[in-house]
């Protein structure tokens, strides 16, 4: 473990050739994963061409790493694919204070999926949900029949439940009901969005020859509430002022949905990057987190951070279905490096990690927020964005970005323009330093 953390110490003051050396060390990574993952060897046009359709090329996107996480005792590194800058950084730098001075535990709270058949409009709902409910080892039996293979793997459908669901404020509602049927099903290692898809389509005409009635949707849900991922984190001897600022602004943000969002937003920041790095669909995971966040009525951020005593306590609880085998993970090569490099075979543990780096990388924005301030921390990093936007040069940027990182000192604040006129300065004095 020593040696580990050892190897990642100043890695983001190496060079980009030698980052990836230490990953493939520390990762295991052959020379072919290492290629993959520096963008030498990019994904193959006919990949792509089944992936999307109208495919004309590519976007590339940025995948780096975090460092010095250690979750469940287990050093990590925790691919990342993301534009934004401070990200990375931030993530990294709260981890090491987490590592030095607490610890991060993770857990699961269930494992199924759920997939939703809509009756949108019975006439008798008490009989309907009886005949449901008589057939339901028949509906299940059907259900796994569909995904023998998902059976075999030890998954399947696990139990089905019977909802009824107000029509407010449907037009044309009339006196009916709506019942909804929820398939919850195991999933294993896959996130299980088309194989729940077809066990609801399946369904649909056995469930109309039972109830009589006739089947809307067939549609897994994104909300998955029977599968969440836990995370939570101690960080002792915090200095009171500092402790204070985070829980206060837990609390603003359980007060306000206004606060609550750009909270959860920096949740996010985390949790994203994991899931584009290792071909997930961090869409869904969005969608069922925020419709989670706001399952009491009211939208609330999905962290909390308290202080007890001098240590700081911080908790969340998302849903988070994603998948380690299938899909974009088995046919993206760099997605199959980065869950490599995660060192894990389950999708479990996927989530589980995910939710802790959502976890930190929470508390480093709450953090910044109670201390120094957001804007610091960012411009800081911002820097070298500024210098490419100016128009700086492969050899103009490292020092256009440390001339603005000293006016950042002084003035507090840089922007475009500041950079263009330290670009022009350096030009002129290069000439000058030439004439003469």
């Known amino acids: 473990m020593e040696a580990k953390r050892h190897l990642t110490e100043g890695f983001h003051r190496l060079t980009r050739a030698e980052r990836l050396s230490r990953v493939q060390e520390l990762c295991g990574l052959t020379a072919e994963e290492a290629r993959i993952l ?3 060897k990019p994904l193959p046009l006919d990949v792509a061409e089944h992936l999307i359709e109208n495919v004309i090329g590519y976007f590339p996107m940025p995948i780096g790493v975090a460092t010095n996480f250690t979750i469940d005792g287990r050093d990590l590194l925790i691919p990342m694919a993301v534009e934004e800058t401070s990200i990375i950084a931030a993530a990294s730098a709260t981890a090491k204070w987490v590592r030095r001075e607490g610890c991060i535990r993770t857990y699961s709270k269930g494992n199924l999926i759920i997939g939703q058949v809509q009756l949108p409009n019975v006439r008798d709902a008490g009989r309907a949900r009886r005949l449901l409910h008589e057939s339901r080892e028949t509906l299940m039996g059907l259900a796994n029949a569909c995904i023998p293979g998902l059976v075999t793997r030890g998954g399947g459908v696990r139990d089905i439940a019977v909802r009824e669901v107000p029509r407010y404020g449907v037009t044309g509602a009339g ?14 290692d896959a996130m299980g969005a088309n194989l729940i898809n077809q066990v609801c ?9 039972i109830t009589g009635e006739r089947v809307g949707l067939c ?3 994104n909300l998955v ?7 939570e984190a101690i960080i002792r001897n915090v200095d009171p002022v500092v402790g204070r600022g985070i829980e206060e602004a837990t609390l603003f943000a359980k007060a306000d949905p206004y606060r609550a969002a750009t909270h959860n937003k920096g949740v996010l920041n985390g949790i994203d990057p994991i899931l584009i790095a290792t071909g997930n669909d961090w869409r869904a995971v969005e969608a069922g987190i925020h419709a989670y966040a706001a399952r009491s009525g009211r939208y609330q951020p999905i962290t909390e951070w308290r202080m007890e005593g001098s240590d700081l306590v911080g908790r969340i ?17 760099s997605a199959r490096v980065a869950l490599k490099m995660l060192k894990i075979g389950r999708a479990e543990e996927l989530a589980r990690i995910c939710a802790a780096v959502g976890l ?13 301030g957001i804007v610091k921390g960012h411009m800081q990093l911002h820097a070298a964005n500024l210098a490419i936007a100016a128009g700086a040069e492969i050899h103009e ?35 000058s330093a030439a004439i003469h």
């Open 360 to 372: 930190v990388q929470n508390l480093g924005a709450l953090k910044a927020l109670a201390t120094v």
């Open 225 to 231: 509430d029977t599968k969440l991922a836990v995370a």
């Open 317 to 333: 609880e998302v849903p988070l279905a994603v998948g380690t085998v299938g899909g974009v993970t088995k046919v993206h090569p």
């Open 38 to 40: 520096s963008g030498e």
């Open 397 to 431: 940027i490292a020092r256009v970005r440390d001339r603005l990182a000293e006016v950042l000192r002084v003035e507090k604040n840089i922007n475009l323009t500041r950079a263009r006129e330290i670009l022009e300065a350096i030009r002129v004095a290069e000439q």
């Open 175 to 188: 006196e009916g009901t709506m019942i909804v049927l929820h398939i919850l099903c195991d999933p294993c």
């Open 219 to 221: 549609i897994l849900s």
């Open 201 to 209: 389509e399946a369904l649909k005409p056995r469930v109309e020859d």
